[in-house]
């Protein structure tokens, strides 16, 4: 179908140009390729005219969907507020100076997939959340994000994000996507990822490009997650331990040496992941900030922080290293964490086997997690409560 003039420059953005017929446009739907193997024509290596929204062309295109559902109040502050956020953003938004280290901005564009799914989204949210009310409310940044990332909006986005699930499946590519996941770089695009950059999942530098795609690809690897947060830190503890892999446990010990302690953060990072919520915010190595007392700023950084209503902590040692040190640092008065607003923490420290190995006395604030030799079972001590013996996953 045709367009209007007044939105061409909108349209042609999402419109990809044939170079060897003049005359065809294409509109691809909110992504990069077609990957339906029975396609009859091969477009993948055809460059867009271009792949992201500015944020002039984003506010002429709401307009246009303004004026098709105007029973909906107050559409153009919404959408004010809602292109803001960083759901739509590409995740580089800034690049060095060729002739220094400063960060030079660049001007942040839109992708186009997710606004045009965040549109459409929007008159069925508002629909079921006021529906019979004469004059509905506007939709503050809470309501909104946790809209966007709800499961429905989410589970919405595999055409913005599209790539055969065969590839998806690959144990190497899902190791790749989960170090993004997890807030690691990925290292280099190998030819496994390059379908993800032709996607827009992953940009030329390896990173998510943007929110919605790590968002997305959250959702779909981790699809058992649950729907509410655990009831407590210490379930939610007591169930990461649980999935953890024994296999993937054991494959890190080297010279017979017990695993340091970035091999345990990134393994309980997935498992933490996948008993949260996917609207759950889950902070790795977050950083802290306390006045010291002599009115200098002491910085520190905290192993995991969920930055929700829960609002929880956990600290990381293994075999008791510094653990006089992890639990000074919660405490009210000195601690480098007391300015972190907690409703509740644990200072976890990984050990060995219980039976013949140093015993911890209990604590309120420690979680000790005993393993066996063997990777396959865990001894959980939680604060001053009873062991509690948990099978790991395979």
């Not at 015993?359 to 509690?388: G, H």
Request: overall charge negative.
């Amino acid at each position: 179908g045709g367009y209007t003039s007044e939105y061409a420059a909108v349209w042609e953005f999402i419109i990809k140009d044939l170079k060897y017929n003049p005359g065809i446009k294409v509109i691809i739907s909110a992504t990069h390729t077609i990957i339906t193997l029975g396609s009859p024509a091969d477009i993948s290596g055809l460059p867009h005219v271009f792949d992201n929204f500015s944020e002039s062309e984003v506010a002429a295109l709401i307009q246009e969907f303004c004026a098709i559902y105007r029973e909906f109040e107050r559409w153009e502050q919404y959408w004010d507020m809602v292109k803001e956020l960083s759901l739509l953003h590409p995740q580089s938004q800034s690049q060095s100076d060729p002739g220094g280290n400063q960060p030079v901005p660049v001007p942040v564009r839109f992708h186009v997939g997710v606004v045009v799914k965040c549109i459409s989204r929007l008159p069925d949210l508002r629909k079921h959340d006021y529906e019979g009310q004469q004059s509905p409310s506007p939709v503050g940044e809470v309501e909104a994000l946790s809209g966007l990332r709800h499961r429905t909006f989410l589970s919405g986005l595999g055409r913005c994000f599209a790539v055969n699930e065969e590839m998806i499946r690959n144990p190497v590519v899902r190791a790749s996507l989960t170090d993004g996941m997890l807030g690691d770089q990925i290292e280099g695009v190998t030819r496994m990822l390059e379908p993800f950059v032709r996607a827009g999942v992953l940009n030329k530098t390896g990173a998510f490009s943007c929110q919605a795609a790590h968002w997305f690809y959250n959702l779909i690897h981790f699809e058992g997650r649950p729907n509410e947060m655990p009831g407590s830190i210490e379930l939610l503890v007591e169930q990461a331990v649980a999935s953890l892999s024994a296999s993937r446990l054991g494959g890190c010990v080297q010279d017979d040496l017990f695993p340091v302690e970035t091999s345990f953060q990134h393994l309980l990072n997935e498992t933490l992941t996948m008993h949260l919520p996917i609207t759950a915010s889950l902070k790795s190595e977050y950083r802290t900030k306390a006045q010291g007392f002599l009115g200098d700023t002491k910085y520190g950084f905290i192993d995991f922080y969920i930055n929700e209503k829960v609002q929880w902590a956990i600290g990381l040692l293994r075999l008791g290293h510094t653990l006089k040190e992890h639990q000074n640092r919660f405490h009210p008065i000195s601690g480098k964490y007391r300015e972190l607003p907690t409703k509740g923490y644990l200072v976890i420290d990984i050990r060995g086997p219980k039976e013949g190995g140093t015993i911890v006395p209990p604590s309120d604030d420690l979680c000790v997690l005993y393993f066996s030799a063997q990777w396959n079972t865990c001894v959980i001590q939680m604060r001053e409560m009873a062991d509690k013996t948990v099978m790991l996953s395979l």
